[in-house]
């Protein structure tokens, strides 16, 4: 999987992030490169904590504090020299229920498809968008399913896509939250592919970080706002 | 800023006169002492200026072109040529201005900004797109969407045909390419935002009226039915596809 860039931005979750790290070697028999992009705290640094797991890394990037995890993954996409990459959550893991290669190579068989997604432990199946104008709906479902994949417009979090598509949507940097609906909402409107192959999973082993603030209404006002709509409603 | 003394509206058509005579009608109606530039290149039968003659005594400029079907490129630099304002609007022949176009609001978003192009809707059309190269430089893909928003301002790769935009953007740097008759869009837009870094703009709040005029069949129709200009455009910037915006591959 030389063509390929496992992509972690990460916060404050230094052993998560080393975790994620040696899963991947440990079950990709040709591991892909791996960078990171870690925009944590001095004390609380991937590289300074775990020192050993940054070693096996292509690239460890430090960045500003906070920058958020739009930042974060712009900064990869415009770091990767792989065609193709793969980005998750700094707390998830690959296991031998991820089938890694075979995923991507599921992707590189189906031409229409720009991304393609794995559960994330047994959440994130297909789920599609639909919009009045008012509210945005976020609900379970497919538009199509061919062999295990749900062809839809929104999934969760652990994807293989191709660089250069990812390069025209990119994530909004002015949300450091909320950003997830948004990204997916433009790739909708744009016009990506995207799937989910419900028979690969990552684990997915939550750890809040230290000093994370999960509640910022700011942001969903601000992405609320910019797509002219009062609400989103996730089913 | 005034419409009368910085901004000059151009049109260019072709064997649509009913259309082009609709928008001046427009322009002047919502727009008090604006000046229009027409380039004109159709049959000599089907001109605006035969067709609609009061109507072209009252634009600033008619120019014929002694070439029938020049193209679109050419026609919309001579027009661009012919501006002696700092500022210019640029029209298709079959929009339409209604209230909606509000000319002092985008004159000033666009005095003091970053906005080197700044078009605006039309009808449901014309909303903020981007040009993407895909698959290693082979194929453009041209999708919705943005680089950047702040309130109703929408910074990305390609905008609608109706825009603002100085005079010596366009003649000094940023010219049509006189080869590509039409199919000239993106090709234009790619220039301006991927290779000549304009900073393109869409005011999503302000609006023309696109009243498509569907032309005479066997006189309007035959020149829009050429899409070798497509594959010229494409060719020209290396691109061996195109990927529209609802998903089609277009082969060069």
């Known amino acids: ?235 | 800023m005034s419409i009368a003394r910085d901004v000059t509206f151009c049109i260019k058509t072709i064997a649509r006169p009913w259309g082009c005579a609709r928008l001046v009608r427009s322009i002047h109606a919502h727009l008090d002492g604006a000046k229009i530039i027409v380039a004109d290149d159709g049959p000599k039968a089907h001109r605006f200026s035969e067709k609609y003659p009061q109507d072209a005594a009252r634009c600033q400029e008619v120019i014929n072109i002694d070439t029938v079907d020049v193209g679109v490129g050419a026609g919309r630099n001579a027009a661009v040529d012919a501006v002696e304002t700092e500022l210019f609007f640029l029209f298709d022949d079959d929009h339409v201005v209604t209230e909606s176009l509000d000319m002092p609001l985008l004159m000033q978003r666009f005095q003091g900004s970053d906005i080197d192009i700044l078009s605006v809707r039309q009808g449901k059309g014309g909303k903020p797109h981007m040009l993407t190269p895909i698959m290693d430089g082979q194929r453009i893909w041209v999708h919705k969407g943005e680089r950047r928003r702040q309130g109703p301002l929408a910074w990305c790769d390609m905008g609608s045909n109706a825009f603002l935009a100085r005079a010596e953007t366009i003649t000094q740097g940023n010219r049509w390419d006189d080869s590509i008759k039409i199919f000239e869009h993106w090709e234009f837009f790619y220039r301006a935002s991927r290779l000549n870094g304009l900073k393109v703009c869409v005011a999503t709040d302000c609006s023309v009226k696109h009243r498509h005029v569907k032309g005479s069949k066997k006189i309007y129709q035959p020149f829009r039915d050429r899409s070798q200009f497509r594959s010229l455009g494409l060719k020209k910037h290396g691109f061996r596809s195109m990927r529209g915006t609802s998903g089609g591959i277009f082969h060069a």
Request: proline share 6%.
């Open chain 1, 1 to 235: 999987m030389r063509d390929v860039t496992f992509c972690i931005k990460t916060i404050h979750r230094p052993e998560s992030c080393a975790a994620l790290v040696r899963s991947i070697l440990k079950h990709c028999p040709e591991p892909p490169k791996i960078h990171v992009v870690d925009d944590g705290k001095p004390e609380h640094r991937f590289k300074t904590r775990s020192p050993d797991a940054a070693e096996l890394c292509d690239r460890v990037i430090e960045t500003d504090y906070d920058i958020g995890l739009s930042a974060g993954r712009n900064l990869l996409l415009d770091t990767v020299k792989t065609p193709k990459v793969i980005f998750t959550d700094d707390d998830h893991e690959v296991t031998p229920e991820t089938r890694l290669p075979l995923l991507v190579m599921k992707l590189d068989r189906s031409h229409d498809l720009d991304m393609l997604a794995a559960m994330s432990g047994d959440r994130e199946g297909p789920r599609m968008m639909r919009s009045n104008g008012h509210t945005l709906r976020i609900f379970p479902g497919a538009y199509h399913w061919d062999e295990g994949i749900g062809r839809c417009h929104y999934v969760g979090n652990c994807f293989v896509a191709y660089t250069d598509i990812l390069q025209g949507i990119r994530w909004d940097e002015s949300l450091k939250m909320e950003e997830h609906w948004d990204f997916f909402w433009r790739a909708k409107v744009a016009g990506l592919c995207c799937g989910v192959a419900t028979d690969h999973v990552f684990a997915h082993n939550h750890v809040d970080p230290p000093e994370y603030v999960r509640h910022r209404p700011e942001y969903a006002r601000a992405a609320m706002d910019k797509h002219g709509i009062k609400r989103v409603k996730y089913r």
